[in-house]
């Protein structure tokens, strides 16, 4: 049996690597896995695959992925069969991970195409969560990647109202727009400030969402922050921002920023604003499965993993127009 995996082997190369599979020696605690799908986080991947967070090769990266259960360990708590999400897996045919990093998936019906989009999503949803938003609160997303339009979402579910969506791309205003914005606009359209004041009654945005990755973007942000607002910072800018004029923008309105990294959870025990990445995950599926968040438009390509070169070669480009692309490697391993 081959084990495929797709690697950035140099600074904006990638190629599909195999090597002979050997049974894994589980610990207690860990699930041998056969993978059916990932999915690919265009931001964070292009950023490792062009070197931007650090010079080590090779890389192997990856966010999501449903896979199902070969065999686990005594404690694991998995039986196999079992069909399961698993987060910060790596595009590959077969994954040895811990018995923490997995969420088992309920529904049988739920397609894996569906699911897999539920570990971005949690991603999105504690970027809402960590504001501690009341119902009809006001709320902005500031970029509609696939994080962004998913807190557009969770936002429209939580009651928060107007919800404002802001990108450059067209294209992702219409799907905010689906995901429930009541209102899009472009970062750069004229008299916005005044437009955003306006749906919001003159106060400014209650709670704003920043998923851009722009170290400047913050600065765009306290303009249109309401009073005794707060700021996630959800997106990851890995770089600083210059010049806040923190007494007059933060200081005085009583505005709040809250670092709002994935990472930033209890491991364990939820509380308020800030739950465990696997009940956030858990909540996902459930509400994919009811209907209540639907992922077929984010789609853009269902891809065989054969084809990783050209589609991180776009995504290496920037192209706006990539957002979901899914490697099926199902598929692949039955060729």
């Given at each position: 049996?081959?084990?495929?995996?797709?690697?950035?082997?140099?600074?904006?190369?990638?190629?599909?690597?195999?090597?002979?599979?050997?049974?894994?020696?589980?610990?207690?605690?860990?699930?041998?896995?056969?993978?059916?799908?990932?999915?690919?986080?265009?931001?964070?991947?292009?950023?490792?695959?062009?070197g931007l967070t650090d010079g080590e090769f090779p890389k192997y990266l990856g966010y999501s992925a449903v896979a199902r259960v070969l065999r686990a360990?005594?404690?694991?708590?998995?039986?196999?069969?079992?069909?399961?999400?698993?987060?910060?897996?790596?595009?590959?045919?077969?994954?040895?991970?811990?018995?923490?990093?997995?969420?088992?998936?309920?529904?049988?019906?739920?397609?894996?195409?569906?699911?897999?989009?539920?570990?971005?999503?949690?991603?999105?949803?504690?970027?809402?969560?960590?504001?501690?938003?009341?119902?009809?609160?006001?709320?902005?997303?500031?970029?509609?990647?696939?994080?962004?339009?998913?807190?557009?979402?969770?936002?429209?579910?939580?009651?928060?109202?107007?919800?404002?969506?802001?990108?450059?791309?067209?294209?992702?205003?219409?799907?905010?727009?689906?995901?429930?914005?009541?209102?899009?606009?472009?970062?750069?359209?004229?008299?916005?400030?005044?437009?955003?004041?306006?749906?919001?009654?003159?106060?400014?945005?209650?709670?704003?969402?920043?998923?851009?990755?722009?170290?400047?973007?913050?600065?765009?942000?306290?303009?249109?922050?309401?009073?005794?607002?707060?700021?996630?910072?959800?997106?990851?800018?890995?770089?600083?921002?210059?010049?806040?004029?923190?007494?007059?923008?933060?200081?005085?309105?009583?505005?709040?920023?809250?670092?709002?990294?994935?990472?930033?959870?209890?491991?364990?025990?939820?509380?308020?604003?800030?739950?465990?990445?696997?009940?956030?995950?858990?909540?996902?599926?459930?509400?994919?499965?009811?209907?209540?968040?639907?992922?077929?438009?984010?789609?853009?390509?269902?891809?065989?993993?054969?084809?990783?070169?050209?589609?991180?070669?776009?995504?290496?480009?920037?192209?706006?127009?990539?957002?979901?692309?899914?490697?099926?490697?199902?598929?692949?391993?039955?060729?």
């Amino acid at each position: 049996m081959k084990r495929y995996s797709i690697a950035f082997t140099a600074p904006g190369r990638v190629e599909l690597e195999s090597c002979d599979l050997t049974e894994p020696e589980l610990k207690r605690d860990e699930v041998f896995l056969e993978t059916e799908c990932t999915l690919v986080s265009p931001g964070t991947e292009r950023a490792c695959l062009l070197g931007l967070t650090d010079g080590e090769f090779p890389k192997y990266l990856g966010y999501s992925a449903v896979a199902r259960v070969l065999r686990a360990g005594e404690e694991a708590g998995f039986q196999a069969g079992e069909r399961v999400l698993v987060y910060h897996s790596i595009h590959s045919t077969h994954l040895v991970k811990q018995a923490r990093d997995l969420v088992r998936i309920e529904d049988d019906a739920l397609p894996a195409h569906v699911a897999v989009f539920a570990v971005i999503a949690s991603m999105g949803l504690q970027g809402v969560r960590k504001a501690r938003p009341e119902f009809g609160e006001s709320l902005a997303v500031m970029g509609l990647g696939l994080l962004g339009l998913f807190a557009v979402r969770c936002a429209y579910l939580d009651g928060l109202f107007p919800v404002i969506a802001l990108d450059f791309n067209e294209r992702r205003r219409k799907l905010a727009l689906e995901f429930g914005a009541d209102a899009v606009f472009s970062p750069d359209e004229p008299e916005l400030l005044e437009r955003i004041r306006h749906l919001t009654r003159g106060n400014g945005v209650d709670v704003v969402v920043e998923v851009t990755g722009n170290p400047e973007a913050l600065n765009e942000a306290l303009d249109f922050t309401a009073p005794y607002g707060r700021i996630t910072l959800t997106g990851c800018s890995r770089t600083p921002t210059h010049e806040i004029d923190f007494y007059h923008k933060v200081h005085r309105p009583g505005i709040s920023i809250i670092g709002a990294h994935n990472m930033a959870r209890p491991l364990h025990d939820n509380r308020p604003g800030y739950w465990t990445m696997r009940e956030d995950m858990a909540l996902l599926l459930r509400l994919f499965s009811a209907g209540r968040i639907r992922t077929e438009s984010l789609v853009d390509k269902v891809a065989s993993p054969a084809d990783a070169p050209l589609i991180f070669e776009r995504i290496a480009r920037g192209d706006p127009e990539l957002l979901g692309v899914i490697f099926d490697w199902k598929n692949f391993l039955k060729k």
